[in-house]
């Protein structure tokens, strides 16, 4: 009987186990519930990414944009930012200002710049600068051989898909 009794009174080895055990099932269930909670989450896409060259010309009276690869750019989704000036200023350039060639002729398609496709911002002539051959780009009197920064910029995000200085040539 005094046999029996020690081998209930020795209990040691079960509370370790029954503790690991239980380790293991929160473990578990944790790792079930950050699985089902990340995988609800949905993410906001990224901008595009895409590769331009940008010029402006003066007599021409426009900033061509060439889409060199990447990345398709909808004319409804982005926005031109110019910047020029000391302090520098910067405005939105009016979105009736931008054409995309080819010219989409379909009535519910969008306007889109792809791979091989241009962008041109039309701008007026400055009448009001005598002596000057200044053109009025989005507000701003830029002239001829001065630089300015051009960035296209992604509407939903905010955040800038491109951006170059570029230089007003003849």
Known sequence: MCHLNSFFKDK???SPV????????????????VSSFSGS????????SAIFKASASFSERNITIEHLGGDPIYKDFVKFEISSGRPKMSSYVNNSDVTFYPINTAQYKPDILGPGKVAKISFPINDNAVGYETGNVAGQLIG?????????VDRETDMAIYSAKIVMGP
């Open 41 to 48: 989450i949905t993410t906001k896409e990224d901008i595009p």
């Open 12 to 14: 040691s080895g079960v």
């Open 18 to 33: 029954i503790g690991v055990m239980l380790m293991i099932v929160v473990t578990v269930i944790l790792a079930a519930a």
């Open 144 to 152: 001829i051989g001065v630089p300015f920064t051009l960035t296209v």
